[in-house]
T-cell receptor, first 115, second 113 residues
Framework: AQSVTQLDSHVSVSEGTPVLLRCNYSSSYSPSLFWYVQHPNKGLQLLLKYTSAATLVKGINGFEAEFKKSETSFHLTKPSAHMSDAAEYFCVVREPGGSQGNLIFGKGTKLSVKP | NAGVTQTPKFQVLKTGQSMTLQCAQDMNHEYMSWYRQDPGMGLRLIHYSVGAGITDQGEVPNGYNVSRSTTEDFPLRLLSAAPSQTSVYFC????????????FGNGTRLTVT
């Protein structure tokens, strides 16, 4: 069975410093992995996705994530935080095949950025 | 590009009332789904559909009905609203299952008193 664990419910960084949001997953198959961002009172927006091509995935707004199969991790990083990055971030697993194609969402990490 | 459109944005219901949350997408996506988002719980799947005429239950289907008569529309019906259904509801669609990312609407914030 697939599952997703976001290791921090809240991360606080200063503007201009690096961001690390951690995600571990378990899956019986080769999963697809996604990071979504949700700004207040908005829907979820896709940041990036991994679908078994390059293990280092670049997304929008300077974010990237590295798929590490040996560690079952898919951590999200950004070299330099911006105030506009303050939002909630969700790590998501999707297993291929089957009629459901369900996504399993992590419980989210709220990122705060201090000036 | 409209993408996924949800209406209404806000709704207040009294216990026992019924209502329909509307969801429409203009991307010709086969897969559509409804999620509810509650604090500390992430997103939980209510119902989903892999094509017109096909629907199935997700993780938390009780108290909700869906239908999929067209590719574009996937309404969610609350049969008899309860305070436990106070939540933010998101509709999402994708090209198919597997590696396709979901496209989300902006949500409907529902309060049941």
């Amino acid at each position: 069975a697939q599952s997703v664990t976001q290791l921090d419910s809240h991360v606080s960084v200063s503007e201009g410093t690096p961001v690390l949001l951690r995600c571990n997953y378990s899956s019986s198959y080769s999963p697809s992995l996604f990071w979504y961002v949700q700004h207040p009172n908005k829907g979820l927006q896709l940041l990036l996705k991994y679908t078994s091509a390059a293990t280092l995935v670049k997304g929008i707004n300077g974010f990237e994530a590295e798929f590490k199969k040996s560690e079952t991790s898919f951590h999200l990083t950004k070299p330099s935080a911006h105030m506009s990055d303050a939002a909630e971030y969700f790590c998501v697993v999707r297993e291929p095949g089957g009629s459901q194609g369900n996504l399993i969402f992590g419980k989210g990490t709220k990122l705060s950025v201090k000036p | 590009n409209a993408g996924v459109t949800q209406t209404p944005k806000f709704q207040v219901l009294k216990t026992g009332q019924s209502m329909t949350l509307q969801c429409a997408q203009d991307m010709n996506h086969e897969y559509m789904s409804w999620y509810r988002q509650d604090p500390g719980m992430g997103l939980r799947l209510i119902h989903y559909s892999v094509g017109a005429g096909i629907t199935d239950q997700g993780e938390v289907p009780n108290g909700y009905n869906v239908s999929r008569s067209t590719t574009e529309d996937f309404p969610l019906r609350l049969l008899s609203a309860a305070p436990s259904q106070t939540s933010v509801y998101f509709c999402a669609s994708s090209v198919g299952v597997g590696g396709s990312p979901l496209h989300f609407g902006n949500g409907t914030r529902l309060t049941v008193t």
